[in-house]
C-alpha cells in the first residue's frame, strides 16, 4: 500500500506489538477464553499487516474465514467444554517444559540470525526481469481470480470436496 | 524493510506457536496454537510473494490455499475434542487414550 514512509512505519511498529503480545496471551493466558480472545486480536492484525503488504484480497479471505468462521468456532469449543480445569492448568515449570523453551528460543534465535544474513536482493534480479512480460493491467483480485480458474482449477475443485468431506466428517463425530 | 519486518514476525509466531503447541494440557489451546503455526506459514506466503511475483501473485494463492485446509482443521478438530470430552469429561491431553483400552 502506498501510504507515506512514516505513517506505514507506526503501522508496522503497531501491528507488531500487536502480535507479539497477542501471542504471548494466546499460549499464557490460563483461562482458554482469555486466550481465545487473544488469537482473534493476533488474527485481526495479521489481515491488516496484508492489507499493508499489498494483499487486499487474501486480508479479506483472513478476515472473513479465519476472525469469521474459525475464531468464533475455536469460542464456542472453549465455551461447551468449559469445566473448573484452568485452575489446575497453571504453569508450574517442568523439565519438559524448559526444554521445549529452550528449543523453541534456539529455532528463534537461528532463524532471525539468518534471515538478514540472506541476500533477497541478490534473488530479486534473478525473477524481476522474466514478469516483465506479463500483463500488469488488471488488479490483484481479478489476477487471483484467472489463476484459480485457470491453473489452479483442479487444486481449487479438490480444495472444495476436502472441505465437503471435512464438514460431513465433523457432524458424523460431534453428532449424538 | 518490509520483508525482513514479515519473515521475523513469521518466526516469531511460528516459535511461540510451537512451543505452545508442545507445552500446552489444554486440547483447545493446543488447537489455537496450530492456528498460529499456520498463520505464520501465511505470512510467509504473502510477504514473498508481494515481494518477488508480485505481477502473478501465486504465493497468494498458495496461501488461500492453507486458509481452506485451516477451515476444514478447524471444523474436525473441535468435533473430535467435543466427542473426546462426552467421554472422558476431560480436554486434557494426558488423559485422552481412549484407543487404550
Known amino acids: 500500500m ?23 496471551g494466546v499460549v499464557f493466558f490460563t483461562n482458554p477464553i482469555f486466550s ?25 479471505a483472513q478476515l472473513l ?9 475455536i469460542l464456542f469449543a472453549v465455551m461447551f467444554m468449559n469445566g473448573s480445569e484452568y485452575h489446575q492448568d497453571s504453569h508450574l515449570f ?34 524481476r526481469p522474466n514478469q516483465i512480460i506479463e500483463q500488469d493491467l488488471i488488479s490483484t483480485s481479478q489476477q487471483i481470480g484467472v489463476h484459480l480458474s485457470t491453473d489452479f482449477f483442479l487444486p481449487f475443485e479438490l480444495i472444495s470436496i476436502i472441505l465437503l468431506a471435512a464438514l460431513i466428517g465433523a457432524i458424523v463425530v460431534a453428532r449424538q | 524493510m518490509m520483508l525482513e519486518d514479515g519473515l521475523v ?7 511461540i506457536g510451537i512451543y505452545g503447541l508442545i507445552t500446552s494440557r489444554n486440547m483447545v489451546r493446543a488447537l489455537m496454537c496450530l492456528e498460529l503455526i499456520l498463520n505464520a506459514v501465511n ?7 508481494d515481494f518477488f511475483d508480485s505481477r502473478q501473485l501465486k504465493g497468494n494463492i498458495f496461501s488461500i490455499f492453507v486458509i481452506a485446509i485451516a477451515a476444514a482443521e478447524a ?3 473441535p ?23
Not at chain 1, 521445549?100 to 534473478?126: A, H, K, R
Not at chain 2, 468435533?79 to 462426552?86: D, E, G, M, P, T
Open chain 2, 79 to 101: 468435533a473430535i475434542v467435543s466427542s473426546i470430552y462426552r467421554n472422558r469429561k476431560s480436554t486434557r491431553i494426558n488423559q485422552s487414550n481412549l484407543l487404550n483400552n
Open chain 2, 75 to 77: 471444523a474436525i478438530g
Open chain 2, 9 to 15: 514476525l513469521s518466526a516469531y509466531l511460528f516459535s
Open chain 2, 43 to 49: 505470512i510467509n506466503f504473502v510477504t514473498f510473494s
Open chain 1, 2 to 24: 502506498d501510504l507515506p514512509e512514516p505513517l506505514h512505519d507506526f503501522l508496522l511498529v503497531f501491528l507488531g506489538s500487536c502480535l507479539v503480545l497477542g501471542s504471548l
Open chain 1, 36 to 60: 481465545a480472545f487473544s488469537l482473534g486480536l493476533v488474527l485481526v492484525c495479521i489481515s491488516l499487516f496484508y492489507i499493508l503488504s499489498n494483499s487486499h484480497f487474501v486480508a479479506a
Open chain 1, 94 to 127: 517442568t523439565v519438559g517444559g524448559g526444554i521445549t523453551l529452550m528449543v523453541c528460543t534456539s529455532i528463534f534465535v537461528s532463524l532471525i540470525t539468518t534471515i538478514p544474513d540472506t541476500s533477497w536482493y541478490g534473488l530479486i534480479w534473478t525473477t
Open chain 1, 65 to 73: 474465514i479465519y476472525v469469521g468462521a474459525i475464531n468464533v468456532l
